[in-house]
C-alpha cells in the first residue's frame, strides 16, 4: 500500500497569513493526488485533484503542486472560512489511501 | 444538484451486521463509479471500497481490512448504493459516507460529491 504523511499535523495561522501544506507518498505516484477540506461535522470537499488542478467553485487563494512523491497545498492568504483540516489522497493505486490529515487553527 | 443521502447506520453488537444505504439523485447513478469512506472516532479518513458501473463490469475493490466481511452493491434502477457489513468489529466503528467517482479514468476517480454520512458504533 501507498503510505501517505502530512506536515506539519497542526498549524496555527492567522487571517491573512501564507500557509502551506505537505504531503509526501511512499512511493512515486506522478500527479495523482487531490486535496480535501474538511470542516468540523461536515463531509470533506474537493479542492485540488491532479496535484494542481483547482475544482470548479474553489477560490484561487488554494493552490496545488509537486508530482512523483512530494506535494504542497498552499493557501496564499487563509481565511476564516478556510479553518478546518486538509486531507491528501492518492490515486495512482488500489487501496486508495488517505493522508493522516492537517488542522489548520486560528492562531 | 447532486445528492447523497446515507441510512441505516445504528448500534450493533460486535459479530452483527448492518446494511447501509445511500440514495443518490441530481445525476445520472447508472454513470458513475461509487465509493463508501469511513472515519473512525480518531479523526483519519479511511477508504472502504468501491463499486464500478455496468460498462466496468459492477466490479468492486475493498480495502484490506473489509475484504471478506463487507460487500458493496447498488442497483442503478433505485440510483442506490449499499454496504452489507458483516463479522463487525469494534473498530469498524466510524461515520460511513458514500461518495460519487468524478470519471472512470486514472486521475479522474477522485471524490466530487460526498454523503453526510450515517454513525455505525459498534459495541456490546
Known amino acids: 500500500d501507498i503510505q501517505l504523511t502530512q506536515s506539519p499535523s497542526f498549524l496555527s495561522a492567522s487571517v491573512g497569513d501564507r500557509v502551506t501544506i505537505t504531503c509526501r507518498a511512499s512511493?512515486?505516484?506522478?500527479?495523482?493526488l487531490v486535496w480535501y477540506q474538511q470542516k468540523p461535522g461536515k463531509a470533506p470537499k474537493l479542492l485540488i485533484y491532479?496535484?494542481?488542478t483547482l475544482q470548479s467553485g474553489v477560490p484561487s487563494r488554494f493552490s496545488g503542486s509537486g508530482s512523483g512523491t512530494e506535494f504542497t497545498l498552499t493557501i496564499s492568504s487563509l481565511q476564516p472560512e478556510d479553518f478546518a483540516t486538509y486531507y491528501c489522497q492518492q490515486l495512482n493505486s488500489y487501496p486508495r489511501t488517505f493522508g493522516p490529515g492537517t488542522k489548520v487553527d486560528i492562531k | 444538484e447532486v445528492q447523497l443521502v446515507e441510512s441505516g447506520g445504528g448500534l450493533v453488537q460486535p459479530g452483527g451486521s448492518l446494511r447501509l444505504s445511500c440514495a443518490a439523485s441530481?445525476?445520472?447513478?447508472?454513470?458513475?463509479?461509487m465509493d463508501w469512506v469511513r472515519q473512525g472516532p480518531g479523526g483519519g479518513l479511511e477508504w472502504v471500497g468501491r463499486?464500478?458501473?455496468?460498462?466496468?463490469?459492477?466490479?468492486?475493490e475493498y480495502a484490506a481490512s473489509v475484504k471478506g466481511r463487507f460487500t458493496i452493491s447498488r442497483d442503478d434502477s433505485k440510483s442506490s448504493l449499499y454496504l452489507q457489513m458483516d463479522s463487525l468489529k469494534t473498530e469498524d466503528s466510524a461515520v460511513y459516507y458514500c461518495a460519487r467517482v468524478s470519471g472512470t479514468v486514472v486521475d479522474t476517480d477522485y471524490f466530487d460529491s460526498w454523503g453526510q454520512g450515517t454513525l455505525v458504533t459498534v459495541s456490546s
Open positions: 512511493q512515486g505516484i506522478s500527479s495523482y
Open positions: 491532479s496535484a494542481s
Open positions: 463499486t464500478r458501473n455496468k460498462a466496468n463490469g459492477y466490479t468492486t
Open positions: 441530481g445525476f445520472t447513478f447508472s454513470a458513475h463509479y
